[in-house]
């Protein structure tokens, strides 16, 4: 059974770092490039970052950048996302989710109905 597992998440206070996880079982990474979304009740899934099969290229959304950097393990069939200098609007529900083809244009990766296979998220609170 192929299936995405993320986790990683928690309560932190403001400033605080936190490094999400997310895992394929049943298929490969390889060739799939990974995102993390975020989604806060009521609210439509937000993009935050993307990184391509290989790892060379990444994106990122604009409230995160400079602050969140995606990664991606092929070996370990993993990726990952380290959080740093969290404030209270990173609180959410963060999935990672996978899709194939090309990378480019890059606006594709951020557009979740492009995506087909999703964890079952992990909660991050950041506490003021």
């Known amino acids: 059974q192929q299936r995405l597992v993320d986790s990683g998440g928690g309560t932190v206070q403001s400033g605080d770092s936190l490094r999400l996880s997310c895992f394929a079982f049943g298929h490969s990474l390889e060739k799939l490039s990974v995102a993390w979304f975020r989604q806060v009740q009521d609210k439509e899934r937000e993009f935050v970052a993307a990184?391509?099969?290989?790892?060379?290229?990444?994106n990122y959304g604009a409230s995160v950048k400079g602050r969140f950097t995606i990664s991606k393990d092929n070996p370990k069939n993993a990726a990952y996302l380290q959080m740093n200098s969290l404030q209270p609007d990173d609180t959410a529900i963060y999935y990672c989710?996978?899709?194939?083809?090309?990378?480019?244009?890059?606006?594709?990766?951020?557009?979740?109905?492009?995506?087909?296979?999703w964890g079952q998220g992990t909660q991050v609170t950041v506490s003021s």
């Open positions: 989710a996978t899709r194939g083809g090309i990378w480019n244009p890059v606006e594709r990766t951020e557009m979740a109905e492009n995506y087909f296979s």
């Open positions: 990184v391509s099969w290989s790892g060379a290229n990444t």
